[in-house]
Structures are given as structure tokens and as C-alpha cells.
């Protein structure tokens, strides 16, 4: 048996997973055990979890797989730096991330506890080539064109090849400073989102806007239409010039500005800090994210036309891009379209251990991943264990605790109290893969209710009003409610819901009259299938409402944390494996 240890690490979103193989066992971000959105640095807890999920220890690891090579392109860094002179301490900042990589066996093994002596072999794989890899080689495609789409990671923001069977080849890279992914940072920056990862904030508020700035983003991103490619006007931003300032409060990483004062002579001035959104702002959130798409769909129009394949696997963050994704088959002449559900930085461990499994180890593929489930699981003792330790709080809220051990019964009571209005927290089975919550740590509600958006915006969520929910849907279902039919079990892509099923889900339509919707397969999640099946034959919808089950912190990874999340919230039912957990007086509207 060869196990294939893959990180990302010391890099915003850090996780790990392994191989065994070339079976994807496990895989979990680092940010899930410490409790802080985004964590960077070394995936340490992430990695003990791992090799316990395989049951091996660190000396039985083969390789380890890291999604960062600090020699690549090493020409095209050198030209810069003599060309451009950056700042000395933008180049010592990457010198000192460089020598963390290839430090990585070492500082791991003193984290753990054991010898650097082990045996396992360290490789270090480009960026990019992680995030295609990450891709294509778990999708069901035995050939594909491969896209990644990011900010930067090895001096590149683009890459894009083809790949066959156990093989890929890169066939164009998009150098530094030019980046889709920083261009869609910068304007998120000056629409007055700050926060590491909060892109998807403002695609929720393109809905709101129209595109009457398109002048003016076709000035900062311009784009050659023959070739498929594409430049930023690097006066409209600082990361050439200056460098991107990143700081690592905590583990928690945070960027400085990357925009510059162009930007706000050609917008109008930045949004302030706790300043009302307005219309203007969201015109520049619905102007961008045209933009985006616009320069998106002439890049895989290009590739389409240089590969001629049907099939396309993405990945990369701006992958994570669901406006965009579910316009890709529309917009461009692929028939069909693969993206894992940690598209972004995450999903680079997984890229840099299969590239080592099937690529430099030259092994065939055996795995396809269609089930993100592959986090830590709890038993019914376990979670019995921690409701015995907080019966007292448990009391003294007011809750009362049931075990139903019937799965159908569970799943019924809960229906029938989601079609009641009440929220709830659903806790079951192995922790998701990605940043999508998909069925098994996730909170649920009645779509058919106008009110569920501001019931859980403001009681439990804490966060902007524009913010959609999502549609879980029984696939079976799909072709009714929504225009697109295709299976989308990862919650990837936003698709418009057919008009006369809006007024019936009105609390997962945004106001765009679309959704971001997720497709629930009976033999992929049977417990979350049965209770989206009990919740229709109560009330003639096959869908419920979901959403991730934090708030305000990365999504709940053990029973603790779910029960601490119920009961600091408004949440009314928590369903923990098991156990159904009721407040005997409802807060429900």
C-alpha cells in the first residue's frame, strides 16, 4: 500500500488529505480544528486527522505532496525582479515562505512528535498544476481541457492544457502581474469587503446592480479577443509596485489594498468601513462580475477552439465562482463541466497527491470524486457523551433531548418541523470537503416562507441581508424547478429557476430570480435525501432550505460545536446523529 500525504500549507485555506493507493480517504481543512476562517500556516491537526482516518501513522507515509514549488518559473521571477525592483521586503517575504516549504518534513515531524529521519519523499508540485490536477484526475472524464483560474501561486494566475488519462500538459501560463483573480480581489477591497475570501459577498450583490460600468472595467481588465487572453492595467493596482501586504493574525490571513488610486478616479470613491451600500455599489458589484465572466468565457472559447475536447475540468478560486459556472455551458462550446468541491486553495492538497500518484508515479486512475464526505465522522456514544456533559445548560435553555433511531421517524419529525417554520441544525455522518455545507453540517429551513431570509439573517447567520440561501434539491426534481437539469451535488453553480416555481421557494430565490442549488442523490446522501423526500410529502416540495451551519466562525466540525452554535443562536431544533434536541418554547416566527 503507498499513502500519499497532500498539503497545502502555509497559504490562506491550509488543509490535508491522503491517499492510499490512489483512494482519496480523507480530506479536511485546518481551519475546521482551530476555529478561525481561513487558517494559514502548517496543517498540523488536519494531518493527525488524516492519517487516523486512514489508520497509519506518519512513518508509513510514502510521500508528501505539497501544492507549492518554489523553483518554478524561477526565470520568469528573476526578469521581474531585475526589471521592477520590487520592494526588499516583498522579496524577503518570499524568501522566508519559500524556506518554510522546503522545511516542510522537518517542521512536521517536530510537530508531531517524530523523527525527520521517516521515509517518505517530499514533492513539490506548481501551483497551478495542483489546482488542474485537483481537478481532472478525480473527475469521470478520461479526457478533458483543464483550466485553472486564480489570484497567483508560482508567479501565475492562469493555466490552462489538456490532459488524458494519467497525463497532463500545460499548454499556456498567465504570468504575474496579470490575474482574474486579483482584478475580482481589488474591486471587492473597494466595494468595502476587506475580509480574506470575501469575493462571494459581492457576487451575492451583483444581483442588486446593473452593468453600467462596463467602460470602465474593460479599461482596468483589457482583453485580446483573437487569443483568448488577457492584461490588467497595472496602474489600477499596487501588487506590482508595492507588493500585497499579508499579514497572519492568528493563523487568520489578511490582505492590504491591492488597488490603487485609479480605481477610485475611474469608480468614485471606495466605500468606507460601515457605510450604507447603495446603488452605485452594487452597479460596480454587477459591472465586475460581468466583466469577469466576459474575460472568462473568450479564455475557455480560446481553449475550446486550441483542444477541441467537449469536457472541461476547472479549479482554481476563482473556480469557487457559481454566477459563472452555471453560464459555462451556455456560454462556451463544452458540453460538460467537472469542478471539485474545493475548487479554490483548499483542493491543492488533493491536486499535489494525485499528481504524484498518477502523473509522477505514472499510476492509472481508480478514483472519482462524487461524494464530498470526507471529514471526521461521530458515533451516537459520542454525541450521547457530549449532551450527558452540558445537561445542566441544556436544562437551564430549556431543551428537550429524544433519541430516534429510526432513520425515517427522524427525518419525518424533523420535516415536520422545518414545514412548522422552525430552524434547524442538521449534524450528521462525515464532515463535508470544500466550503459548501451539502447535507451533513448544515442548517435548514422552509424555502416556502418569504420571512426564513431575515429569520435566519438576523437570528442566527448575523450577516448582510443580500446574501442568498440555498436550494437542496432532490434531483429527480431538478428539471421541474430549475432551467438547468444537470446534477450539480456540490452547490457550484447558480441556475435560474424556471418562473412559476419562484412565488413556491421564495426564501432560496434571489432576486435575480436564480439559485445556487445543490442536487441531493439518493445513493450519494440517503438520510439527507429521506429528509428532503419526508419534507415533500408533507408539503409537495421537493427542495428545503440550506445553508452552512456556523455562525459567523468556519463551518462546525465536532458535535461540541454544533450543540454551542444551537444553543448561542435562535436556532430551534438540533438533530445530532440521533439525537433530536427541541426547545420546548419555539422561537420560530
Not at 112 to 117: E, N, V
Not at 304 to 318: I, K
Not at 414 to 432: L, N
Request: aromatic share 10%.
Amino acid at each position: 500500500m503507498t499513502y500519499i500525504l497532500g498539503l497545502n500549507a502555509y497559504h490562506g485555506d491550509s488543509s490535508a488529505c491522503i491517499l492510499a493507493d490512489g483512494k482519496l480517504i480523507a480530506a479536511v481543512e485546518e481551519e475546521r480544528f482551530t476555529r478561525i476562517k481561513h487558517w494559514a500556516g502548517l496543517p498540523v491537526q488536519a494531518v493527525k486527522y488524516c492519517l487516523d482516518e486512514a489508520g497509519v501513522r506518519m512513518e508509513d507515509v510514502d510521500y508528501i505532496a505539497i501544492n507549492r514549488d518554489p523553483t518554478a518559473n524561477v526565470m520568469r521571477k528573476s526578469f521581474f525582479a531585475f526589471t521592477k525592483k520590487p520592494p526588499l521586503k516583498l522579496i524577503a517575504n518570499r524568501l522566508r515562505n519559500a524556506h518554510k516549504i522546503s522545511d516542510i518534513k522537518e517542521t512536521l515531524c517536530n510537530e508531531l512528535g517524530i523523527p525527520d529521519s521517516i521515509k517518505a519523499r517530499v514533492y513539490n508540485v506548481e501551483h497551478h498544476i495542483s489546482h488542474l490536477a485537483s481537478s481532472f484526475f478525480v473527475s469521470p472524464f478520461k479526457e478533458a481541457a483543464v483550466v485553472s483560474v486564480d489570484g497567483f501561486g508560482d508567479f501565475v494566475g492562469t493555466m490552462w492544457g489538456t490532459a488524458a488519462n494519467n497525463i497532463i500538459n500545460v499548454k499556456h501560463r498567465s504570468f504575474f502581474p496579470h490575474s482574474l483573480g486579483l482584478f475580482y480581489l481589488a474591486i471587492t477591497q473597494y466595494l468595502g469587503f476587506p475580509n480574506y475570501g470575501d469575493e462571494y459577498k459581492v457576487m451575492g450583490l451583483s444581483a442588486y446592480g446593473r452593468p453600467e460600468y462596463m467602460d470602465e472595467m474593460r479599461e482596468i481588465v483589457k482583453s485580446d479577443y483573437r487569443f483568448g487572453m488577457f492584461e490588467l492595467d497595472t496602474d489600477c493596482f499596487i501588487h506590482q509596485s508595492k507588493g500585497i501586504e499579508m499579514t497572519w493574525n492568528n493563523g487568520q490571513p489578511r490582505m492590504g489594498a491591492v488597488f490603487s488610486e485609479k480605481i477610485e478616479s475611474m469608480l468614485g470613491p471606495r466605500r468606507g468601513k460601515n457605510e450604507e451600500l447603495d446603488k452605485r455599489h452594487m452597479n460596480i458589484a454587477a459591472s465586475l462580475q460581468k466583466r469577469y465572466e466576459e474575460v472568462l468565457f473568450e479564455i475557455l472559447d480560446h481553449v475550446y477552439d486550441e483542444t477541441r475536447h467537449s469536457n472541461l475540468a476547472m479549479a482554481g478560486g476563482c473556480a469557487m465562482n457559481s454566477l459563472a459556472n452555471g453560464k459555462i455551458l451556455k456560454n462556451t462550446p463544452f458540453r460538460d463541466l467537472y469542478i471539485q468541491p474545493a475548487a479554490g486553495d483548499a483542493g491543492g492538497s488533493v491536486g499535489a497527491a494525485f499528481y504524484v500518484w498518477n502523473q509522477a508515479l505514472n499510476n492509472p486512475r481508480s478514483f472519482v470524486l462524487d461524494k464530498p464526505y470526507l471529514g471526521r465522522e461521530f458515533d451516537d456514544a459520542e454525541v450521547e457523551q457530549v449532551l450527558k456533559a452540558h445537561r445542566e445548560e441544556l436544562l437551564r435553555e430549556q431543551c428537550e433531548v429524544e433519541r430516534i433511531d429510526d432513520v425515517n421517524d427522524l427525518c419525518r419529525n424533523t420535516a415536520q418541523s422545518i414545514s412548522e417554520g422552525k430552524v434547524i441544525g442538521w449534524f450528521q455522518g462525515r464532515m463535508e470537503w470544500g466550503a459548501r455545507a451539502l447535507g451533513n453540517r448544515s442548517i435548514l429551513g422552509d424555502p416556502r416562507r418569504a420571512d426564513m431570509k431575515k429569520i435566519l439573517n438576523l437570528k442566527i447567520k448575523k450577516r448582510e441581508s443580500f446574501r442568498p440561501f440555498a436550494p437542496s434539491i432532490h434531483y429527480e426534481a431538478v428539471k421541474e424547478y430549475f432551467e438547468n437539469d444537470q446534477p450539480d451535488p456540490f452547490m457550484l453553480k447558480v441556475s435560474k429557476i424556471n418562473p412559476g416555481k419562484r412565488d413556491e421557494i421564495p426564501a432560496v430565490t434571489h432576486v435575480d430570480g436564480t439559485g445556487r442549488l445543490q442536487t441531493v442523490m439518493r445513493d450519494v446522501n440517503p438520510r439527507y435525501w429521506q429528509l428532503i423526500e419526508e419534507f415533500r410529502k408533507i408539503t409537495n416540495v421537493p427542495v428545503v432550505l440550506n445553508t452552512s451551519f456556523n455562525e459567523n466562525e468556519p463551518i462546525v466540525c465536532r458535535p461540541e460545536e454544533a450543540l454551542s452554535c444551537f444553543l448561542r443562536t435562535k436556532m430551534d431544533v438540533l438533530v445530532l446523529g440521533n439525537f433530536m434536541i427541541r426547545r420546548i418554547e419555539s422561537c420560530a416566527a
